[in-house]
């Protein structure tokens, strides 16, 4: 071989890298902030990759992700949130709305698309959900808007229970509105609320301990991501203490759980995933209406009614939707 052929040849290898690198700095950036950590934000994870791939985006190929995860401590949110703006991510998925209001702190510029349990109006989020007006989109279960529901299936299942428990996140921005609106919703049933709170696995003990002692009739588990975490053991732990409860997702009634009443856990984050590739082709939060997830799933697990000595009401099983023998 010539020398310059040989010059060319070498120079041709060098430089392929630094091409792959520079295709790979031009990939537009997503920032990822979870409360949670990344072994109980997978499935959600997941469907949000899903989403991504439906408009055309895959992860390592054509975008790249900057995750930021919180691990269940909602106090370090507003620095992940300000890190993943200071490096001027193309545009946020904030999963919760204690992320998203977070980012929506952090940055008055970089798209933001959230899942949020609650009413994004009312939350602040957003100004309108048709029209959200700034640079916040996302997608709403209104899990907590489901909570009197909640409450209500607890009360047909077991109609003696005179007092009835509401297990709530005291740092969750849904606290506010639940500790105000259980009560009254409760007060309609003819039922006492009693609301006992938990920030971490250390406090659920206490919390059934109280509920023994107080001689609780049945618990409603609040929607929160800390509690999404959580399923299994918040499962095992009425089934030890004998207590009939509900929660909003599936895995809580597969784990043991007397009932779940709300969305699928993973639709709305795939619907968030296909905003997030939406903006990064071009289209503006600004004009992407708020997407609600408006399936709706109740589950009835009868071999813990019957371990529990519960009767089911015919007709209320005949409304489930999957129940578990």
Known sequence: MRRREFITVVGGAAAWPLAARAQQAAMPVIGYLNPTSPER????????????????????????????????KNDRLPALAAD??????????????????????????????????????????????????????????????????????????????TSIAALLNPTDPTFAVLSRDLPAAASTLGVTLHILNAGTVDDFDAVFATLMRMKIGALAIGGDPFFNTQMER????????????????????????????????????RLAGAYVGRILKGEKPADLPVQQAVKVEFILNLRTAKALGLTIPLPLSGRADEVVE
């Open 234 to 269: 918040l499962a095992a732990l009425t089934v030890r203490y004998a207590m009939p409860a509900i929660y909003q997702y599936r895995p809580f009634v597969a784990a043991g759980g007397l009932m779940s009443y709300g969305s699928p856990a993973t639709e709305p984050s």
């Open 84 to 161: 993943l703006a200071r490096l001027q991510v193309a545009v946020i998925m904030a999963y919760a709305d204690v992320s998203a209001l977070a980012s929506k702190a952090a940055t008055t510029t970089i798209p933001i698309v959230f899942v949020s349990g609650n009413n994004p109006v009312d939350m602040g989020l957003v100004a309108d959900l048709n029209r959200p007006g700034g640079n916040l989109t996302g997608v709403t279960t209104l899990n907590v808007a489901m909570a009197a529901k909640r409450l209500q299936l607890l009360h047909e299942v077991v109609p003696a229970a």
């Open 41 to 72: 934000g997978a499935d959600g994870l997941r469907a949000f990759r899903q989403g991504l791939s439906e408009t055309g985006y895959v992860e390592g190929r054509n975008v790249a992700v900057e995750y930021r995860w919180a691990e269940d």
